[in-house]
């Protein structure tokens, strides 16, 4: 989808190959402070570069495994250039808990053996909530350009997200976890609504659920 404007020309589309450090750069800016990660990476002021680094480094092979596995990584281009990022996963995609071996042996190496092991156990929990929502769309990274923070475009980007799942007969919709209140109530006024209350290493948080199936008449 895009529109022009009188000054601008705005676009969502597939990533293209050209734009994932761009989009890595733009996720470890949203995802920097998240209390799940922070905790997860073990962070605190005096090992402050080596979260960072463990940060980096999840980013990247996560952004590996959507990208080989072709799951969706949506951008939103403002006069073509990327200024906001969504990466998407279908439920029944392989990108499930149980990474492959090389995915789980690369980031036990940068991220450490238990850190590792904490995220898989997160997504698994969050995938056992989901069960009985059937074949869903899960927004695991969302990020905007900080300069541009308040202007809507996490909105537009939202927008383009929901062409994707109607555009899949057998999706009933998308999930997203959120542990910020500020956030909740931004999906909140997208249509998501609270689903579960989690708690992942004492960091709570809403899983919401976007549904597309439209009310029988």
């Known amino acids: 989808m895009s529109v022009t404007t ?5 676009s969502v589309q597939y990533l293209a190959a050209e734009d994932i450090s761009t989009a890595a750069s733009l996720i470890y800016q949203a995802y920097h402070d998240d209390p799940v990660l922070q905790n997860t990476l073990s962070y605190n002021d005096e090992n402050k570069s080596v979260y960072e680094k463990k940060l980096r480094s999840l980013i990247r092979e996560e952004l590996s495994s959507f990208w080989q596995e072709k799951q969706p990584l949506i951008g939103l281009y ?9 990466c998407v996963f279908e439920s029944n995609s392989q990108l499930q808990a149980q990474r492959y071996w090389h995915w789980r042996l690369k980031l036990m190496l940068s991220a450490g053996y238990l850190q590792t092991n904490q995220l898989i156990d997160k997504e698994q929990t969050i995938r ?5 929502k059937g074949n869903y769309y899960f927004l695991a990274f969302i990020a905007v350009d900080p300069h541009f923070h308040g202007q809507g475009f996490g909105r537009y980007l939202l927008r383009g997200l929901d062409d994707l799942v109607k555009c899949n007969a057998e999706s ?5 976890f959120v542990t910020r209140k500020e956030h909740i109530e931004f999906f909140k006024t997208d249509k998501f609504e ?12 809403e ?9 029988a008449i």
């Open 6 to 10: 009188p000054a601008d020309t705005f």
């Open 78 to 86: 403002r006069n073509d250039k990327l200024k906001a990022v969504a």
């Open 172 to 176: 009933t919709g998308m999930a997203v």
């Open 194 to 205: 609270a689903f579960k209350h989690l708690t992942f290493n004492q960091v709570e948080g």
């Open 128 to 132: 056992d909530a989901l069960k009985q």
């Open 207 to 215: 899983l919401l659920f976007k549904s597309i199936i439209e009310p």
